[in-house]
């Protein structure tokens, strides 16, 4: 074991020696040595200003008494009263007079496509047209009346939701639960059908509209075409459910109940507010 | 080198206990943690343990490798909480054996998915998920819908997780399958009975829309629909949420 000096490179060796081949005991170079240190009590301080160290029953909690929680719910905050500021024309606006304006129109259209693609587009389609079980929002037919209030309480309290506002709307089983004779529910198909213009055997569907005004017409209407409180117009050419004489038939056998989620916890007035409005904006195009 | 060290690498034992010792800080930092976490989990009302239905939801989501793609963990940031709801708190996740929290997302986040949507989305969405949502790269799981739901291992399953700290009664795992059955039957006039054993925020519905038999798919569509709905988030209280 001898530690030398070595000449060439002015460094110490470590004094090992295998075969005749010595190691140079180098230092850390000192910027490293500083970084070290610096970034070593960079951490010091770190865990003093800031939450670190558990203590069996707690934990330290620095002096800044920070909590991601707390930054989290400040930074909602905080954006939100940018939002409620920014969007303030909307918020205290009523709907009535917003849906034809046309600076609030080129404001929120595009914000309200998106959230429609995010929350809405899953059941109803991003071209809002809807799919089988899943009303079509630009059909001009809705289930509860076109108003635009009537509009902001289904999205906001849903259809046959977990809430005590929900709207609520159900078909009846009639084969299932025996509540009309098999030949009457045969009947009562063809007339449907022929309600919209289907093809239908009349003797048949003559015979189906007596049962239809007893039966049915209490909340599809006389004329089939619904009296918004949820049944949907039989007459036009839009079916939820499918409109074909099979599925007319499994309709009436086994009764149908839609659940329209409740967004009022989910989304912002502000929000709810953008959708209602989208959704009249886009019946234009309903025709494309 | 210093000269102490080199003391030291001479010195077989002193040597030995030293790296135990060195070696033994990196588990005290992991493991330590884990025995303060009666006070890192947050008292909060309404969570319960899975009914036994939900409970094997939750095992075909994990059968099935739904984890692999969703995370069950909204995250203490604006964007996440914007977007998918309240953050997720410990306690909502204290009877997951094991929990479904991550930071790979493939998919959306889960943990709040209850009542975002409607059974009958979830059954479409299943069956052919791209059908419903254009250009998901989920892939679809429509045998799930045709297989009949196996209660028979639930009381076992329900046990072992019992032993690791759910408390279920022996009630509760006595009648699992029948349980199981009845919750997702909503002609067995059960509701009142299992709310009252599992809690007021049990959903009892016929959930994949089939009145023939309990599906595997019954199950899943029971435990996604209640993820995330047991703690209301508007009557958190500041200061267990912050503590």
Redesign the interface.
Known sequence: MQIEHDEVSGQKT?GHEWDGIKEL?TPVPKWAKWAYIITSLVALGGWILYPAI?L????TRGLFGT??????LE??KE?EVVREKDEADLIDGDLYDLVDDPTIRAKYESAARVLFT??C???HG?DLKG????PNLVDDSWLFGDDLDEIEWTIRYGIN??NDDTRYSEMPAFGRDEMLEQADIKNVAEYVLSLSGAEHDATLAKAGSEVFENECSACHGETGEGVGIGAPNLTDSFWIYGGTRKDILETLENGRA?????WD??LKDADIKKLVLYLNWSKDNGED | MSFSHQKLERTAIGFTLMILLVASIGGIVEIAPLFTIDNTVEEVEGVRPYTPLEQAGRDIYIREGCYACHSQMIRTMRTDVERYGYFSLAAESKFDHPFQWGSKRTGPDLARIGGKYSDDWHVAHMNEPRKVVKGSVMPGYPFLAKTPLDTDGLPDKLTALARVGVPYSADQIKDAALDATRQADPDAEYETELQERYGENVQVRNFDGNPEMVSELDALVAYLQMLGTLVDTDELSKEEVLR
């Open positions: 470590t005991d558990p069996g029953s707690d934990f909590t991601s929680r707390a930054n989290v930074a909602v954006a995010d929350n587009a899953a059941c991003r799919q089988t079980g899943f939701a977990n839609g659940h329209m989620p409740s916890k989910r």
